[in-house]
């Protein structure tokens, strides 16, 4: 229980990872504001599970490549929570694509949704929580894809090595100011995500085989790891970007 009093926002919340980050802030004693964009029933599933906690959530509609709607997000956690202590910017969209072919439109979905959108929601953090003394910021990533060419994930791949790029720029910048931020980047998760790609199926087969802590990520490891990352005793971690995959991509492939 070592998040008690604090207020948190999770983007993309509404299933998969986030929903598992809200539901684990809410058991450490946080109160969450859960977005979504298109799963109202998920969104209110999470609102019913940190409420069966005892803590308080509400759902908020907001799609992360709109900056009016992250305005107006920001707008309803004032009014509603008078602050913010923690930001986890995970909502992630992208179009599966190689790059000779892929839409302007696959650019600036991920551009938008996954890597502008930190910086947003970010900006609008930073006023709150210097004002509360403090917070913690954090986004997913997915560094084993920035770094290897995964199929037909090149635009969104981009995107993410935007949010390896602002962790480390806002982790210098907010710092001085008490607001830490680092970036989440896990293995191979089982969320709809993962069936979603082509290629996804396949990659669970080789996680589960090779993975050498022997079984493939969970939404709960995440979120675990996201909470250690948002409590007073993680504020020595600051920039960085932090693998959680039972150590597949330390593996020789
Ligand atoms: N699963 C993995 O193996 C894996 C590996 C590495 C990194 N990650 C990263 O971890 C994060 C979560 O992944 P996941 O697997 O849990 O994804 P997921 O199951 O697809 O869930 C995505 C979440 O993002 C929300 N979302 C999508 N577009 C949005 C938008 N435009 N505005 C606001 N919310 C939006 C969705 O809400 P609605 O349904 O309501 O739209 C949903 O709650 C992502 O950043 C992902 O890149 C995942």
């Known amino acids: 229980m070592n998040l008690i009093g604090k207020i948190a926002l999770v983007t993309g919340s509404s299933r998969g990872i986030g929903k598992a980050i809200a539901v684990e802030f809410a058991r450490r004693g946080a109160d969450v504001v859960v977005n979504y964009r298109r799963t109202p029933e998920g969104?209110?599933?999470?609102?019913?599970?940190?409420?069966?906690l005892g803590r308080r959530a509400i759902a908020v509609s907001a799609n992360m490549a709109s900056p009016e709607e992250i305005e107006q997000l920001f707008a309803v956690i004032g009014r509603e929570f008078g602050g913010l202590?923690?930001?986890?910017?995970?909502?992630?969209?992208?179009?599966?694509?190689?790059?000779?072919?892929?839409?302007?439109?696959?650019?600036?979905?991920?551009?938008?949704?996954?890597?502008?959108?930190?910086?947003?929601?970010?900006?609008?953090?930073?006023?709150?929580?210097?004002?509360?003394?403090?917070?913690?910021?954090m986004a997913l990533t997915a560094n084993n894809a920035v770094e290897r060419a995964f199929p037909n994930y090149g635009t969104v791949a981009a995107s993410k090595a935007v949010i390896n790029?602002?962790?480390v720029y806002l982790a210098a910048e907010f710092g001085p100011h008490?607001?830490?931020?680092?970036?989440?980047?896990?293995?191979?998760?089982?969320?709809?995500?993962?069936?979603?790609?082509?290629?996804?199926?396949?990659?669970?087969?080789?996680?589960?085989?090779?993975?050498?802590?022997?079984?493939?990520?969970?939404?709960?490891?995440?979120?675990?790891?996201?909470?250690?990352?948002?409590?007073?005793?993680?504020?020595?971690?600051?920039?960085?970007?932090?693998?959680?995959?039972?150590?597949?991509t330390r593996l020789f492939h």
């Open 165 to 167: 790029v602002l962790t």
């Open 178 to 248: 008490n607001i830490i931020v680092n970036a989440i980047s896990p293995g191979m998760v089982a969320t709809e995500a993962l069936a979603y790609f082509e290629f996804g199926a396949e990659a669970r087969r080789r996680g589960e085989a090779r993975t050498p802590s022997g079984r493939i990520t969970t939404t709960d490891d995440v979120a675990h790891l996201a909470a250690f990352l948002a409590s007073d005793e993680a504020h020595q971690i600051n920039g960085q970007i932090i693998e959680i995959d039972g150590g597949y």
């Open 43 to 52: 969104a209110e599933e999470a609102v019913k599970q940190i409420e069966a």
């Open 85 to 137: 202590d923690i930001l986890v910017c995970n909502a992630a969209a992208g179009l599966q694509t190689k790059l000779a072919d892929a839409p302007l439109k696959a650019w600036d979905l991920a551009m938008n949704v996954n890597a502008r959108s930190y910086l947003l929601c970010a900006q609008r953090a930073f006023p709150m929580m210097t004002a509360r003394g403090g917070g913690r910021i």
